[in-house]
Structure formats: C-alpha cells, structure tokens
C-alpha cells in the first residue's frame, strides 16, 4: 500500500514539474507604492515605484502605471470599476500589461469630505498582446491588493499594495 502511494505521489510530483517546464510559468511577487495624480504620466492617474520577485531569483524593479477603469454602470454608488489596467514598465527589460476588469475599492467607515480610505483589490490575466522585450507575448494571472489614501483639493493620495500571481513566457 505505501509502495502504491509513493509511487502516486512520485508521479503527481514528476507529471507537475513537467506541466510547469512546459507552461514555462513562474510565481510572481512584489510590492509598489503609487502617488495620486503625477502629471507625468496623463491616463494613469496613479504611478509609482514596483518591484516583482519572478520566481526564486530574478528581481524586476521597475513603474507601475495604474488606471482603475471606469465605474460600473449598474451601481455608480458602488466602488466597484471596469476596464482598469496596470502598466509594467522595466526598462529595457520590457513592460507588460494587466487587466483589471471587476476591481473593487470599498471605503472604510468614517469618512470625510476632504479624505478617503479604503482597501483596493483587483484581478485579471497578463495582455498577452501588450508585452515587450522579455514580456514578448507573455501571459499570466494578477491579484492586486493594498491600502489607498485620496484626499483634496488638490487631489492626493497613496497605494501601497502587494503582488500576487504567476507570469508565463517571460524569457
């Protein structure tokens, strides 16, 4: 009976180092702190410093641009938007491209006129179409999740948020 599991259990280890060689898809990690409305980016009205762990061993440091979509339609009181993506550049590395298209940034209780925060979590896939570089039709999975402060006038704000997914083809 132990012989039959192990041997199982060898095979489901095997057959799943396999699936990933061949996927050639890698973990993915990191961190960004964005600013709230830098005019040197128009379209993206949040930007700032990222850092991406690929795997065990490679270390991306790079831009994140960031537009949240628009808000949904059916509920324009609900802080929920669509069609957002986030824009990974690394220089001479690349950029790639992820879509957000059912983000949500509930504001926590006890807010003011002049201030919001709140909690901002959005998911979707790598554009495979938009990669450059090492990101040359790469394609993958995000979650984006981490705390924002917006407040004004004039508008200002910070996203402090971490990274989560895998990217694949990412030579």
């Not at 960004?32 to 991306?60: M, R």
Request: proline share 6%.
């Amino acid at each position: 009976m132990w012989r039959s599991l192990l041997l199982v259990l060898a095979f489901a280890v095997v057959f799943a180092q396999s699936a990933a060689a061949q996927n050639n898809c890698v973990a993915v990690r990191g961190l960004t702190q964005q600013t709230l409305f830098d005019p040197a980016h128009p379209g993206f009205p949040w930007s700032g410093p990222v850092q991406l762990i690929l795997g065990d061993n490679t270390v991306l440091r790079g831009t994140v641009l960031e537009n949240d979509g628009s808000k949904k339609k059916d509920d324009p009181a609900a802080h929920q938007s669509e069609g957002g993506r986030f824009v990974f550049d690394f220089g001479s590395d690349g950029q790639f491209t992820v879509l957000t298209d059912n983000s949500v940034y509930p504001f926590l209780p006890k807010q003011s006129d002049i201030a919001k925060t709140g909690t901002f979590h959005g998911q979707g896939p790598v554009d495979s179409a938009s990669g450059t570089g090492r990101f040359y039709s790469a394609s993958g999975n995000f979650t984006i999740k981490g705390d924002f402060l917006a407040m004004g006038p004039p508008p200002f704000g910070r996203f402090n948020a971490t990274i989560t997914g895998f990217l694949c083809n990412a030579n």
